[in-house]
């Protein structure tokens, strides 16, 4: 995505089913130049062939969309002898093994390139038995992972996420902190972080610096416990502290529309639109 100096809306079309298309007809007609691919056809975007992905790549070009992110489920993954909870991984598996995971590296990065994503999505492991379960921090592969992204133009960012080891402030920036000079940065999702009880504004300042990506989406909580999925800005994640606080920090974010709405995907995404484009200082193009 070409540096700018206002922030910028991103679609994801699998947001609205397996095919590509209806989700990047609706970014145009919702004015959203800019899309994040992780799926298509029902499997995972760093399984697709080339061809696969240079389709995706033409139907994005035709529709004048750009690839502003590849939300690849790097690190989203644990040892073939541990046994992960329900994780969705979106088509690609969650045991791996260990000798397997630089050729799926560079998979990712082969697929950024092809897309012309110049961000990459990974993880921190899942989060298994303690006796299996695997950290990021000082993880080799991390770094030698930063080290071809960097020789490929592209960046990897770190989401925050639950299911995985790094998902607490704490170890989230230390995990930055460790890597930031090598090219990490921090893909920010603003509900995980309130799902752990620390989307705060004290928390949100000192990850803000870290933010290359921001993922939006927003629950309630649902009957009988549980969540239930709504539109940006119509749920409980406290966005209206924590917009201004990344806008202030980082004025020129990517905000990344993820509603998991099942029912009525479009609309949750127009209303989302809406909102972002009301609610971040200084407007969303």
């Known amino acids: 995505m070409n540096a700018r100096s206002t922030s910028t809306l991103v679609l994801n ?11 990047m007809d609706l970014a145009v007609k919702l004015g959203i130049e800019h ?5 298509a056809g029902g499997a995972n975007a760093v399984t697709l062939t080339a061809d696969q992905l240079q389709h995706i790549r033409a ?21 073939p002898e541990a046994a992960p909870g329900r994780v969705d991984t979106f088509g690609f598996p969650t045991q791996v093994p260990p000798e397997e995971r630089l050729g799926w590296v560079e998979r990712a990065i082969e697929a950024a390139a092809i897309l012309g994503a110049p961000l990459v999505r ?18 080799p592969l ?45 893909w920010l999702d603003v509900a995980n972080l309130h799902e752990v009880g620390q989307a705060t504004p004290d928390v949100v300042r000192a990850l803000a610096p870290y ?18 999925f709504c539109p940006a800005g119509e749920g409980v994640v406290p966005y209206d502290e924590v917009l201004p606080l990344l806008h202030a920090a980082r ?7 993820e509603t998991h709405v099942r029912d009525t995907p479009a609309d949750a995404l ?16």
């Open 35 to 39: 899309l994040e691919i992780r799926s």
């Open 13 to 23: 079309p699998d947001e609205l089913g397996p095919n590509p298309a209806p989700g």
């Open 122 to 139: 990974v993880f921190s492991h899942l989060r298994v038995a303690e006796e299996l379960t695997e950290q990021l921090l000082g993880d």
């Open 251 to 257: 004025p020129a974010l990517p905000y990344a529309l």
């Open 142 to 186: 991390l770094a030698k992972a930063l080290e071809l992204a960097q020789r490929a133009g592209v960046r990897l960012l770190l989401e925050n996420e639950p299911v995985c080891t790094v998902a607490d402030a704490e170890p989230l920036l230390e995990v930055l902190h460790r890597y930031h000079e090598q090219g990490l940065g921090l």
């Open 270 to 285: 127009t209303a989302g639109a809406a909102f972002l484009r009301s609610a971040v200082p200084g407007g969303v193009a």
């Open 211 to 228: 933010a290359g990506y921001v993922h939006v989406k927003d629950y309630r909580p649902a009957d009988g416990g549980g969540r239930q």
């Open 59 to 79: 139907m994005a070009d035709e529709r004048g969309l750009e690839v502003a992110a590849l939300a690849s489920p790097l690190w989203k993954w644990c040892r």
